[in-house]
């Protein structure tokens, strides 16, 4: 490739009332780098980027964008050009607070994904450990996908934009039902599962340990959050994951997570799931909730800001039986 994406950088969200968006990701333990009456930029404690999910606020909830970094502006105008050349519509944004050069198009699949190299950087708060609270949430990991036609998508990302492949699903003549795709050394910076799409997931967020789960679960429940837990604590058989599943004030889905493990060597192999093997999903855990399979976030057009109409998905949808 003659461009490097680096990683999963932020995610930017629509939602219809800022406070109640605050108090709910102050609860997690996001820290708060700015804000005004308009939008709250948020990063983890670890994190030296001005942000990781910058928080709008709009009349209906959306993803507006998911972004990933680049190392150096040249790779920036590579990737451009190229996905030009592949006759994708790009939108360069050149002020965006804290961001510097930019641009966005629609993917393959219809998500909108932006692309950008700096960012200004800030004091981590790693080693502030009077700030640690709720979750104590460190950094953005990965963003999780429902799109109508799994395969398409994923060829594009692993032959085209240089990812790679950690895990996936595989059904019925052997058709990939999901696919988790990295750039960085671990499990996923984007994952892809099978459904009406496209629509945003969830945001996954890194954890410094198992622990910091169940603080996290303790805290929001103290504070009035216990119906905001959707699914877990449990552990993924797909990428190890020890995870919590949350739904802030707007329905946005937000994933707590770790355990998952280093993807760096190249003789590393993808391991396959059979869709119907009851453990990959959930290693251990409660059932997930039909919503989790079926609710997700609507995404925007880059260009016109509207609803980006979703299509059925491809292949048949599946709900995995699950252990206790």
Known sequence: MSFDIIRSGRAVLHVTDLEKSRKFYDALGFIVTDSDEEQIFLRGLEEHNHHSLLLKKKHEPALEVISYKVRSEADLDRLAAKLEQDGYQVKWIDKQKALGRAFRYQDISGLPVEFYCQMETVERKLQQ??????????????????????????????KELGFSCSEYTAGEEDKVWATWLHRKPSVHDVAFMNGDGPRLHHVGFWLKDPMSLIDGCDFLASIGYAPNIERGPGRHGLSNAFFLYLRDPDGHRIELYNGDYLTSDPDFKPIRWELNDPMRQTFWGHEAPDCWFEEATEVLDVNSQKKVK??????????PTFVI
Do not use: P, W
């Not at 450990?129 to 949430?137: C, M, S, T």
């Open 310 to 319: 979703t299509t059925a998905a491809k292949l048949k949808k599946h709900k």
């Open 129 to 158: 450990y009077d700030l640690y609270k709720g979750a104590k949430v460190q950094r953005i990991d990965h963003f999780n996908c429902m799109v109508s036609d799994v395969e398409s998508v994923q060829d594009y990302y692993m």
